[in-house]
């Protein structure tokens, strides 16, 4: 009977998750649709904003530039042989056009402006399409500190610079803010799915975090990292990295940083009262989630965590308001990061805080909030240089270390949520985790 209700239970949770959840086709229309409006009422501002009236992204099938990816249509999973497209502003009629130096129209809205029988060289078409309209500004994909904005390779470049006449030469600039402000700025729409993307994040982790997967003295923390990456697979989903599960529980000393990432003992079991963490994303519609949330073990006599763990869990609450209070549209990512560690220390906490841009990549282009090898600012433009911008999205990533007496020893309160800045400032994109996450759940009707 307990197998049938797990069964039944685990069937339930999925038909909620997959309910919400478009096919294969359905997705690819809802990104194309997306892209169009992108590139006709989103990217226009941005090349004003950037002061680049012409904008070249240059690719090799197999060899992708980061950003060539996020422009491709969802039946193109690849560039095709060499693949320019080429973006020009015309400020004078108020438009933009959207041309491919290939064989083929790229998707709807990129029409084809090559004809390989009449010009066998793509070059020198693309030569052509740039002295006809004359650009002041050349953008290219070459950037020293950004480096989803770095996607043009040496040959490109050189053939590209070789072929390119000499009175268009000085011309030639980097599109890195253009390159990065396309990927950081998500529209309405996206930020609408978002919502539901995380949403699915946040089921998924307390599924697994639950009962339902774990038996306390048998299941394994690679069991649970297992489960979730296949648990994103059979909802039609995909992952961007591999999921983690890691351990804190008394007696134990409190590891490195890296423990969470690398040198993690394999096949943990887990046992009651343990301090579990996760690390997980998924993506969908070409956006990402990146999470990180706790869960306690009950021991037999427990209905509760222990009062020592509940207010350990507070003071990551505590530190997030400190970081989030503090991201105002504008402020460089340096800025943010002392400003937020210093209330936090003067608060008691014992904080770090490595706050990334998330969107179109996990790991995505935008205002970089520390390290957590590098907690006294970055020395790249993500940094020190470029600024928040609205309507984008961070991956709020943090911890608060805490003395457990009990314990005699360190715990981290580890902490990763996806957050939402816009004009009137910031908010989670799916709240946040308030309150430890129990194993089992308590049954309220329940009792002794």
């Known amino acids: 009977m307990k197998k049938i209700s797990i069964l039944l239970m685990s069937c339930l949770v999925y038909a909620a998750h997959a309910q919400d959840i478009l096919s294969v086709r359905d997705q690819a229309v809802v990104i194309d649709q997306i892209l169009e409006d992108r590139f006709n009422n989103l990217l226009p501002d941005l090349m004003d904003q950037s ?50 130096v290939a064989r083929y129209d790229v998707g709807k809205s990129i029409k084809s402006a090559w004809d390989k029988e009449k010009n066998p060289d793509q070059w020198g078409r693309l030569i052509e399409i740039i002295e006809e309209r004359n650009p002041k500004k050349i953008g290219l994909n070459f950037s020293t500190d950004h480096n989803i904005a770095d996607g043009i390779v040496k040959t490109d470049f050189e053939e590209f610079t070789g072929k390119l006449p000499k009175s268009f030469q000085s011309k030639v600039v980097s599109a890195e803010n253009l390159a990065v402000s396309w990927i950081e700025t998500r529209t309405e729409r996206e930020m609408i799915i978002y919502n539901q993307l995380v949403a699915i994040t946040h089921n998924v982790i307390a599924e697994a975090f639950s009962e339902q997967h774990i038996t306390p003295g048998v299941t394994t923390t690679t069991d649970v990292e297992w489960f979730l990456r296949q648990r994103v697979s059979d909802l039609g989903l995909s992952t961007w990295f591999h999921p983690t599960v890691d351990i804190q529980r008394s007696q134990e000393a409190l590891v490195s940083h890296l423990y969470s990432f690398s040198g993690r003992p394999e096949k943990e079991v887990i046992m009651p009262g343990d301090l579990l963490h996760c690390d997980f994303g998924i993506t969908y519609l070409r956006l990402n989630t990146d999470c990180q949330e706790l869960a306690y073990v009950l021991k037999p006599e427990e209905t509760q965590a222990p009062k020592f763990l509940k207010d350990a869990f507070k003071t990551g609450n505590q530190l997030q308001n400190f970081l989030t209070d503090n991201m105002v549209l504008g402020r460089l990512g340096n800025d943010i990061l002392k400003k937020a560690l210093k209330q936090a220390s003067e608060a008691g ?90 194993i089992p759940r308590v049954q309220q009707h329940q009792g002794n």
């Open 51 to 100: 002061d680049i009236d012409m904008w070249v992204v240059i690719s090799r099938e197999y060899n992708e530039d980061p950003v060539i990816r996020t422009m491709l249509p969802a039946t193109w999973l690849n560039a095709r042989r060499r693949t320019i497209l080429v973006f020009y502003r015309d400020h004078k009629n108020n438009t933009i056009e959207k041309l491919a």
């Open 349 to 438: 906490l014992r904080p770090s805080i490595y706050t990334h841009p998330l969107g179109l990549y996990g790991h995505s282009a935008g205002t970089t909030i520390g390290m957590w090898d590098a907690q006294g600012g970055i020395d790249k433009a993500d940094g020190n240089a470029y600024p928040l911008h609205p309507n984008t999205v961070y991956a709020i990533e943090l911890n608060n270390t805490v003395y457990i007496p009990k314990w005699k020893r360190d715990i981290r309160i580890m902490f990763e949520e996806a957050g939402f800045v816009g004009e009137n400032g910031f908010r989670y994109v799916n709240g946040r985790q308030k309150e430890l996450l129990l």
